[in-house]
């Protein structure tokens, strides 16, 4: 079993910038890709960002240049920093976990106004 434990969401205005956490613990393969989905309202969950323990990532064509995914692998923790948020992009952030079977956060709300 994998425990995630998410943190750092919220509200923010247009062009504005958020950081999320997610911690994993328990049976942690040494491999394994971290990273975040979100999921809007009536809309189906789509992929943000991935990056593997060996540091390849991943990003939603939308979200290019705007976002950055890093990861400590030390304490199995996976950070996505969001820069110039759009209104379009209030979802629910969910991260993931890869290793023998994937697990989900508890999702984190991301508010941003239009």
């Known amino acids: 079993q994998v425990q995630l434990v998410e943190s750092g969401g919220g509200l923010v205005q247009p062009g504005g910038s958020l950081r999320l956490s997610c911690a994993a613990s328990?049976?942690?393969?040494?491999?394994?890709?971290m990273g975040w989905y979100r999921q809007a309202p009536g809309k189906e969950r789509e992929l943000v960002a991935t990056?593997?323990?060996?540091?390849?990532?991943n990003y939603a064509e939308s979200v290019k240049g705007r976002f950055t995914i890093s990861r400590d692998n030390r304490k199995n923790t996976v950070y996505l920093q969001m820069n110039s948020l759009k209104s379009e992009e209030t979802a629910v952030y969910y991260c993931?976990?890869?290793?023998?079977?994937?697990?989900w956060g508890q999702g984190n709300q991301v508010t941003v106004p239009s």
């Open positions: 993931i976990y890869r290793g023998a079977y994937h697990y």
């Open positions: 990056i593997t323990t060996g540091g390849s990532i």
């Open positions: 328990g049976s942690i393969f040494s491999v394994n890709t």
